[in-house]
């Protein structure tokens, strides 16, 4: 039997009168890599801070390993293990990339009086570690507001490894790479999910990534979920293609 | 990691000159002591303002809250508030020496402890508040509180509470006054110092940079700005309660909130100095208040102009201070360069 | 503090009073935090000098009447010197902040706005001042209710600036241009028009009206250097309680506060009518704070 990370259960969420979730359902195995793909303003970020708590949402039911999050804070959420990259790649820009680094270790059990306590050298070891993975060593201690767009991508990236998530979502993780560095990028994303068994649950537009990832693929438009099962079959969908193809 | 890499001589050299001033300057005693004040409100102001990117104009209510406890505890004492405010500071309470600091040091701590538990419990109404939200509503907060304390007739109301007087000689005062900030100040700046050194220290710099991606990644944060907040209005509760005893007198408008005078220095000195930075405030603070009190007769009555004048030019052509100004000149001094020394071996974990 | 309270049911004509004179003052907040409204929202400058600009305004008629002409003259030369006056703080100070973050603004007004008090101060002095105009006093219901002519007049004028302003935002290429711009300053600047005028405008028209607003204040309250920061207040509680691009909020906030603050200055006594105001702020703040929470938002 599978375990599942993520269980949405019908969840409906809507901006003023506009509906960017209806009813949607879907379930992210643990351990595994799952895609969610959708065309532009099908609301496929909107359920993305739907799970981590960014907003309220309007009906439904949200599940992180059995227990019900949707009324949970962000950061309550993030302490679970529960955690999520930004479109718009987030990083703390006036900070070298070991701060950005440090800053991120796991909050989970952190009391008043960790907070003043200084960084382990440990967590130092570990920080570089990841910049080294992600081919960010040489460049950490400089300003991270002043690296390239895909290198701060990859800083995120990392930030999100440093404080080992259980379930990691990745809004768009290719996005603004330069192509030939992609490549690079989907081997990271595997070996985080086999070496560090992190469960993995991206949206992605470039579907030769998503078939190199996925297991499963969760397909959304117009807000509502179209199609489900594994990259190939959604890949010859009609319905999927139809929506991709711009038919409505 | 941030550790403050300054040479330790440097902080010998600020101790000793320290200690130093008033034996080489005994005439401006009062001033100097007015100036570790100054270092210490810097200092302090930029824990929220500067690391943590809340920018305060409220400050002040802490050093004014701060005064007043310490008041009421040094009369509290020894007589009835009431009747002795309503006697309009006709007359002052006279104690011996053991009572006058019994009083002071009882005054110091409750209102040291009082101001850190009113910046938590204000800051749980004002840390929603972000960018020029939470300064303008620090601004309301310390003018009601200024309106508040002037309209509250047990306190004394607008005309306010005369302290007790100190049973020495003038000299005396002035000396322990002059002690009693400078440790403070000093005490204020390593602690902050030690601070920054820890995981808080760069919590509150992440908040500062993207409070949004700090929640998301699971920071504490209304803890750490709880913290922050109270650690610079247990230090202002402390600081207001010894300006109270130099002046003698505590009333609401000019002595407790000064909101456009002191509320509004500490800003400028972290500016000036530069904010964010742990050396800035103190080198603002020094550099603000030294040209101040040394020119500040020869403007003839235009000082005041001058001021918002300095604090225009400040904000709008050089608002990243000395410290920030340095930083930007010889950033490698400071350790942002690329490491070519090759990479690491290992690789993934 | 009960007793001025039971007096106010007692004497229902004192409740006339107290509203006639809340709307009169409202009526001018309005106008002014209307100013604030447009340059927060158009520019995302917080202004903090907004009241020291009413005051300046003040101060001109209340000067050009000690020349004696007449304040009501003096409106539209308040409102085109201020309008210099606006220009020419945009071109040296505002237009280098605009871009920065928020507190940069916020501060670099402030400095302003000490430097506004100040130079008054010297100038004029710290004495209380008013503008006389001259009109009758005129009484109702036997004199229960008294009302200065120049309040209807000063009312009337007020009405006729904001529709005057509201016209010139709907119809005129400016206003429409000002328009675009606080809605997407980028989209604007790529379509061809000169945000860098339109923002320069933008801040110089909130000083004309400002400098109008301040010639009706002087003409029915009184003016002082100091007076213009309790104005500030005030504009800031009404927008920040009304919203930006409001216009009816803002109308509607003013004319409350004016009524909260007359209320509270007669039941409370008259030094609670500042305190009103800022308590008012802060209020205001955390009530804000409390309807975004709701939705899991910060006040930014």
């Given at each position: 039997m599978t375990v599942k990370s993520i269980e949405v259960r019908g969840v409906s969420k809507a901006y003023g009168g506009v509906i960017a979730n209806r009813e949607i359902s879907l379930e992210v195995e643990e351990g595994s890599i799952t895609g969610l793909i959708g065309p532009n303003g099908s609301g496929k970020t909107t359920l993305f801070n739907s799970i981590v708590g960014y907003h309220p949402i309007d009906e439904g039911e949200i599940l992180f390993e059995g227990q019900p999050i949707q009324k949970l804070k962000v950061q309550k959420i993030a302490r679970l293990g529960l955690l999520r990259t930004f479109q718009q790649t987030r990083i703390y820009?006036?900070?070298?990339c070991v701060d950005n680094m440090l800053i991120s270790i796991p909050h989970r059990t952190a009391g008043w009086r960790d907070m003043l306590t200084p960084y382990s050298a440990d967590d130092l070891d570990r920080a570089k570690n990841l910049l080294e993975f992600v081919g960010l060593y040489e460049k950490?201690?400089?300003?991270?507001?002043?690296?390239?767009f895909g290198q701060q991508k990859l800083l995120e990236f990392a930030m999100a490894l440093m404080n080992r998530p259980k379930v990691l979502l990745l809004d768009e993780p290719t996005a603004g790479i330069n192509p030939t560095l992609i490549n690079g990028l989907i081997d990271r994303l595997l070996l985080a999910n086999s070496e560090f068994g992190i469960t993995l649950f991206v949206i992605e537009h470039n579907m030769r990534v998503i078939m190199n990832l996925a297991e499963k693929v969760y397909c959304l438009a117009h807000g509502e979920l179209l199609a489900a099962g594994p990259p190939n079959e959604i890949q010859n969908d009609q319905r999927v293609i139809d929506a991709y193809l711009g038919a409505h | 990691m941030r550790r403050d890499k300054t040479p330790p001589w440097v902080l010998v050299a600020l101790l000793l000159a320290g200690i130093a001033a008033p034996f080489l300057f005994p005439a401006y005693i009062l001033q100097i002591a007015i100036l570790w004040i100054m270092v210490m409100f810097a200092v302090t102001w930029d824990i929220m303002?500067?690391?943590?990117?809340?920018?305060?104009?409220?400050?002040?209510t802490f050093f004014g809250v701060g005064m007043y406890i310490t008041g009421l505890v040094q009369v509290g004492l020894f007589t009835d508030i009431g009747p002795y405010t309503s006697a309009r500071g006709g007359e002052q309470l006279v104690l011996n020496h053991a009572d006058y600091f019994y009083g002071l040091l009882l005054g110091l701590a409750a209102a040291s402890v009082g101001c850190a538990i009113l910046a938590v419990l204000i800051g749980q109404t004002m840390f929603g508040l972000r960018g020029a939200y939470f300064a303008i509503g620090t601004l309301g907060i310390a003018l009601s509180a200024r309106e508040l304390f002037g309209t509250w007739e047990w306190v004394g109301g607008g005309s306010g509470i005369a302290l007790p007087v100190y049973p020495g000689y003038p000299d005396e005062k002035s000396q322990i006054f002059y002690w009693l900030c400078f440790v403070l100040a000093i005490l204020a700046f390593m602690f902050v110092r030690w601070l920054y050194s820890t995981r808080f220290g760069l919590a509150i710099n992440a908040i500062r940079d993207d409070e949004d991606k700090a929640e998301a990644m699971g920071i504490h944060t209304n803890r750490h700005k709880s913290f922050a907040w109270s650690v610079s209005a247990f230090f202002l509760g402390i600081s207001g309660g010894l300006f109270g005893n130099m002046t003698g007198f505590v009333e609401p408008a000019e002595v407790a909130f000064p909101v456009v005078t002191f509320g509004i220095f500490m800003v400028a000195m972290s500016l000036l100095g530069g904010k964010g930075t742990l050396w800035g405030p103190v080198i603002g603070a020094v550099l603000f208040h030294v040209v101040k009190e040394t020119t500040w007769t020869y403007f003839l009555g235009w000082q005041w102009i001058a001021l918002g004048v300095i604090i225009i030019v400040n904000v709008v052509?050089?608002?990243?201070?000395i410290m920030g100004w340095l930083i930007m000149k010889f950033p490698e001094r400071f350790g942002i360069a690329v490491d070519r020394s090759g990479s690491r071996d290992g690789g993934a974990q | 503090m009960l007793v001025n309270f039971s007096l106010l049911i007692q004497a229902p004509l004192l409740n006339v009073q107290l509203m006639l004179d809340g709307l009169f003052i409202g009526a001018i907040f309005a106008l002014a935090a209307y100013g604030l409204a447009l340059v927060w929202g158009v520019m995302n400058v917080k202004n903090l000098a907004q009241g020291e600009f009413v005051i300046m305004g003040g101060y001109i008629a209340w000067y050009m009447g000690t020349l004696g002409i007449h304040p009501i003259l003096a409106l539209p030369v308040a409102a085109v010197l201020m309008f210099g006056f606006g220009w020419v703080l945009y071109v040296t100070i505002i237009r280098r902040v605009i871009a920065r973050d928020l507190f940069t603004s916020l501060l670099a007004t402030f400095g302003i706005a000490l430097v506004i008090q100040q130079a008054l101060n010297l100038a004029f002095g710290p004495a209380v001042q008013s503008a006389h105009s001259g009109f009758e006093i005129r009484s109702f219901f036997d004199g229960m209710v008294t009302v200065a002519d120049i309040k209807f007049v000063s009312f009337g004028l007020c009405v006729l600036l904001a529709g005057a302003v509201v016209l010139f935002m709907k119809r005129s290429r400016m206003g429409q241009a000002i328009r675009a711009t606080a809605q997407d300053a980028r989209a604007a600047k790529v379509m061809g028009i000169d945000t860098e005028r339109v923002y320069a405008f933008t801040y110089s028209l909130n000083c004309a009206i400002c400098g109008a607003a301040g010639v009706l204040v002087s003409m029915i309250w009184v003016i002082q250097p100091f007076y213009g920061v309790p104005h500030s207040i005030r504009a800031f509680v009404i927008v920040t309680a009304a919203g930006l691009g409001n216009l009816p909020g803002v109308i509607l906030a003013g004319l409350g506060l004016g009524l909260a603050e007359q209320y509270s200055g007669f039941v409370l006594g008259a030094q609670f009518q500042q305190a009103t105001v800022v308590g008012l702020l802060v209020i205001v703040l955390i009530w804000r704070q409390y309807l975004l929470i709701k939705h899991r938002q910060v006040v930014r």
């Amino acid at each position: 039997m599978t375990v599942k990370s993520i269980e949405v259960r019908g969840v409906s969420k809507a901006y003023g009168g506009v509906i960017a979730n209806r009813e949607i359902s879907l379930e992210v195995e643990e351990g595994s890599i799952t895609g969610l793909i959708g065309p532009n303003g099908s609301g496929k970020t909107t359920l993305f801070n739907s799970i981590v708590g960014y907003h309220p949402i309007d009906e439904g039911e949200i599940l992180f390993e059995g227990q019900p999050i949707q009324k949970l804070k962000v950061q309550k959420i993030a302490r679970l293990g529960l955690l999520r990259t930004f479109q718009q790649t987030r990083i703390y820009s006036k900070m070298n990339c070991v701060d950005n680094m440090l800053i991120s270790i796991p909050h989970r059990t952190a009391g008043w009086r960790d907070m003043l306590t200084p960084y382990s050298a440990d967590d130092l070891d570990r920080a570089k570690n990841l910049l080294e993975f992600v081919g960010l060593y040489e460049k950490r201690n400089l300003i991270s507001g002043e690296l390239s767009f895909g290198q701060q991508k990859l800083l995120e990236f990392a930030m999100a490894l440093m404080n080992r998530p259980k379930v990691l979502l990745l809004d768009e993780p290719t996005a603004g790479i330069n192509p030939t560095l992609i490549n690079g990028l989907i081997d990271r994303l595997l070996l985080a999910n086999s070496e560090f068994g992190i469960t993995l649950f991206v949206i992605e537009h470039n579907m030769r990534v998503i078939m190199n990832l996925a297991e499963k693929v969760y397909c959304l438009a117009h807000g509502e979920l179209l199609a489900a099962g594994p990259p190939n079959e959604i890949q010859n969908d009609q319905r999927v293609i139809d929506a991709y193809l711009g038919a409505h | 990691m941030r550790r403050d890499k300054t040479p330790p001589w440097v902080l010998v050299a600020l101790l000793l000159a320290g200690i130093a001033a008033p034996f080489l300057f005994p005439a401006y005693i009062l001033q100097i002591a007015i100036l570790w004040i100054m270092v210490m409100f810097a200092v302090t102001w930029d824990i929220m303002g500067g690391q943590m990117g809340y920018n305060s104009l409220g400050n002040i209510t802490f050093f004014g809250v701060g005064m007043y406890i310490t008041g009421l505890v040094q009369v509290g004492l020894f007589t009835d508030i009431g009747p002795y405010t309503s006697a309009r500071g006709g007359e002052q309470l006279v104690l011996n020496h053991a009572d006058y600091f019994y009083g002071l040091l009882l005054g110091l701590a409750a209102a040291s402890v009082g101001c850190a538990i009113l910046a938590v419990l204000i800051g749980q109404t004002m840390f929603g508040l972000r960018g020029a939200y939470f300064a303008i509503g620090t601004l309301g907060i310390a003018l009601s509180a200024r309106e508040l304390f002037g309209t509250w007739e047990w306190v004394g109301g607008g005309s306010g509470i005369a302290l007790p007087v100190y049973p020495g000689y003038p000299d005396e005062k002035s000396q322990i006054f002059y002690w009693l900030c400078f440790v403070l100040a000093i005490l204020a700046f390593m602690f902050v110092r030690w601070l920054y050194s820890t995981r808080f220290g760069l919590a509150i710099n992440a908040i500062r940079d993207d409070e949004d991606k700090a929640e998301a990644m699971g920071i504490h944060t209304n803890r750490h700005k709880s913290f922050a907040w109270s650690v610079s209005a247990f230090f202002l509760g402390i600081s207001g309660g010894l300006f109270g005893n130099m002046t003698g007198f505590v009333e609401p408008a000019e002595v407790a909130f000064p909101v456009v005078t002191f509320g509004i220095f500490m800003v400028a000195m972290s500016l000036l100095g530069g904010k964010g930075t742990l050396w800035g405030p103190v080198i603002g603070a020094v550099l603000f208040h030294v040209v101040k009190e040394t020119t500040w007769t020869y403007f003839l009555g235009w000082q005041w102009i001058a001021l918002g004048v300095i604090i225009i030019v400040n904000v709008v052509f050089f608002q990243q201070g000395i410290m920030g100004w340095l930083i930007m000149k010889f950033p490698e001094r400071f350790g942002i360069a690329v490491d070519r020394s090759g990479s690491r071996d290992g690789g993934a974990q | 503090m009960l007793v001025n309270f039971s007096l106010l049911i007692q004497a229902p004509l004192l409740n006339v009073q107290l509203m006639l004179d809340g709307l009169f003052i409202g009526a001018i907040f309005a106008l002014a935090a209307y100013g604030l409204a447009l340059v927060w929202g158009v520019m995302n400058v917080k202004n903090l000098a907004q009241g020291e600009f009413v005051i300046m305004g003040g101060y001109i008629a209340w000067y050009m009447g000690t020349l004696g002409i007449h304040p009501i003259l003096a409106l539209p030369v308040a409102a085109v010197l201020m309008f210099g006056f606006g220009w020419v703080l945009y071109v040296t100070i505002i237009r280098r902040v605009i871009a920065r973050d928020l507190f940069t603004s916020l501060l670099a007004t402030f400095g302003i706005a000490l430097v506004i008090q100040q130079a008054l101060n010297l100038a004029f002095g710290p004495a209380v001042q008013s503008a006389h105009s001259g009109f009758e006093i005129r009484s109702f219901f036997d004199g229960m209710v008294t009302v200065a002519d120049i309040k209807f007049v000063s009312f009337g004028l007020c009405v006729l600036l904001a529709g005057a302003v509201v016209l010139f935002m709907k119809r005129s290429r400016m206003g429409q241009a000002i328009r675009a711009t606080a809605q997407d300053a980028r989209a604007a600047k790529v379509m061809g028009i000169d945000t860098e005028r339109v923002y320069a405008f933008t801040y110089s028209l909130n000083c004309a009206i400002c400098g109008a607003a301040g010639v009706l204040v002087s003409m029915i309250w009184v003016i002082q250097p100091f007076y213009g920061v309790p104005h500030s207040i005030r504009a800031f509680v009404i927008v920040t309680a009304a919203g930006l691009g409001n216009l009816p909020g803002v109308i509607l906030a003013g004319l409350g506060l004016g009524l909260a603050e007359q209320y509270s200055g007669f039941v409370l006594g008259a030094q609670f009518q500042q305190a009103t105001v800022v308590g008012l702020l802060v209020i205001v703040l955390i009530w804000r704070q409390y309807l975004l929470i709701k939705h899991r938002q910060v006040v930014r």
